[in-house]
């Protein structure tokens, strides 16, 4: 059974939803999930202690740069909170809120250039920082062109990459007033939980609506998500959101199995934050996980 228009829907299928793709949906009134706190969307992040033999890497964030801080959490349909959907009324409750919330966080979701390769990214301040994956940035200070939803590009620069966990970093380097969306906290991504993947399969195609992604989370490591939520050639470094609109995840890999679909959880981000604005390089490639989420075409 399905709902909604020929241009969104939602399946019942095997007791949950399905997976969704929003292709040119034009919803009514926009609903204004929850943002940061008034104050600045970063704080400085306290490090623990350095076990024996490793290096001390506490070194505070320069004080322009400090760590994220999360976004708050805010209601959604009771459809999210229980195992199953319990009825066509909540079906209809969620699907109203995922339109709300993929055109709430669509505009802070970009293409990401680094040159002959193309990858997904997320801008997560006003001032043009981006989350997106090591493979796509590569290694730190190599130019970048970033494409807004709306066809502006940009121009910036990768930062640290951490090619262990696959996070990277990068930011616009033209001034600007950027759409961005929060992060969610440490830990956030939790069994079970309802989450939407953005991004640009395939490349940036300005004829071509976000192609988004409904699913759960069906697996939680320190290294990994793993969703349902499908991912393609060109969707690494796009975000994973929950359904308060925050940033809980980057997409990183995939495997032969619809089911299994990989993302950096945002705690990488968090952690090694400091690291990551000062522009290191580090780790490998952990094959364990999956392979990349690369495609032909030059997609990443």
Same mark, same amino acid.
């Given at each position: 059974?399905?709902?909604?228009?020929?241009?969104? @829907?939602?399946?019942?299928?095997?007791?949950?939803?399905?997976?969704? &793709?929003?292709?040119?949906?034009? *919803?009514?009134? *926009?609903?204004?999930?929850?943002?940061?706190?008034?104050?600045?969307?970063?704080?400085?992040?306290?490090?623990?202690?350095?076990?024996?033999?490793?290096?001390? %890497?506490?070194?505070?964030?320069?004080?322009?740069?400090?760590?994220?801080?999360?976004? !708050?959490?805010?209601?959604?349909?009771?459809?999210?909170?229980?195992?199953? =959907?319990?009825?066509?009324?909540?079906?209809?409750?969620?699907?109203?809120?995922?339109?709300?919330?993929?055109? !709430?966080?669509?505009?802070?979701?970009?293409?990401?250039?680094?040159?002959?390769?193309?990858? /997904?990214?997320?801008?997560?301040?006003?001032?043009?920082?981006? +989350?997106?994956?090591?493979?796509?940035?590569?290694?730190?200070?190599?130019?970048? %062109?970033? +494409?807004?939803?709306?066809?502006?590009?940009?121009?910036?620069?990768?930062?640290?990459?951490?090619?262990?966990?696959?996070?990277?970093?990068? %930011?616009?380097?033209?001034?600007?007033? @950027?759409?961005?969306?929060?992060?969610?906290?440490?830990?956030?991504?939790?069994?079970?939980?309802?989450?939407?993947?953005?991004?640009?399969?395939?490349?940036?195609?300005?004829?071509?609506?976000?192609?988004?992604?409904?699913?759960?989370? #069906?697996?939680?490591?320190?290294?990994?998500? !793993? &969703?349902?939520?499908?991912?393609?050639?060109?969707? /690494?470094?796009? =975000?994973?959101?929950?359904?308060?609109?925050?940033?809980?995840?980057?997409?990183?890999? #995939?495997?032969?199995? &619809?089911?299994?679909?990989?993302?950096? *959880?945002?705690?990488?981000?968090?952690?090694?934050?400091?690291?990551? #604005?000062?522009?290191?390089?580090?780790?490998?490639?952990?094959?364990?996980?999956?392979?990349?989420? &690369?495609?032909?075409?030059? /997609? %990443?």
């Amino acid at each position: 059974m399905f709902f909604g228009t020929p241009r969104y @829907w939602i399946g019942w299928v095997a007791g949950g939803l399905c997976a969704v &793709t929003v292709m040119g949906f034009e *919803p009514s009134e *926009p609903v204004v999930f929850p943002r940061v706190p008034d104050r600045s969307v970063f704080e400085e992040r306290a490090a623990p202690p350095p076990a024996q033999g490793e290096v001390d %890497r506490r070194a505070p964030a320069e004080p322009d740069f400090p760590a994220p801080v999360p976004g !708050q959490r805010g209601a959604v349909p009771a459809g999210f909170e229980g195992p199953t =959907p319990d009825s066509v009324a909540d079906l209809a409750a969620m699907e109203a809120h995922v339109m709300a919330l993929v055109r !709430q966080v669509t505009p802070s979701v970009v293409a990401v250039r680094v040159g002959g390769s193309t990858g /997904s990214g997320v801008v997560i301040s006003a001032d043009g920082w981006v +989350l997106t994956a090591a493979h796509v940035a590569a290694s730190p200070n190599r130019p970048v %062109r970033f +494409l807004f939803p709306d066809g502006r590009t940009v121009r910036g620069r990768t930062l640290g990459t951490n090619h262990r966990m696959d996070a990277g970093l990068a %930011r616009i380097e033209e001034d600007g007033d @950027w759409p961005w969306v929060p992060v969610g906290e440490a830990g956030s991504g939790v069994l079970g939980e309802w989450v939407l993947g953005l991004g640009h399969p395939g490349g940036f195609d300005p004829d071509r609506s976000m192609v988004v992604r409904l699913g759960r989370v #069906i697996r939680r490591t320190a290294m990994a998500l !793993q &969703t349902d939520s499908i991912l393609s050639g060109g969707d /690494s470094g796009g =975000p994973l959101f929950d359904m308060h609109g925050r940033v809980v995840g980057i997409h990183s890999r #995939i495997s032969n199995s &619809t089911a299994e679909n990989y993302h950096v *959880p945002i705690d990488a981000y968090l952690e090694d934050w400091v690291r990551l #604005i000062r522009g290191e390089n580090w780790g490998q490639d952990d094959p364990a996980i999956g392979r990349r989420a &690369t495609g032909g075409g030059g /997609s %990443r």
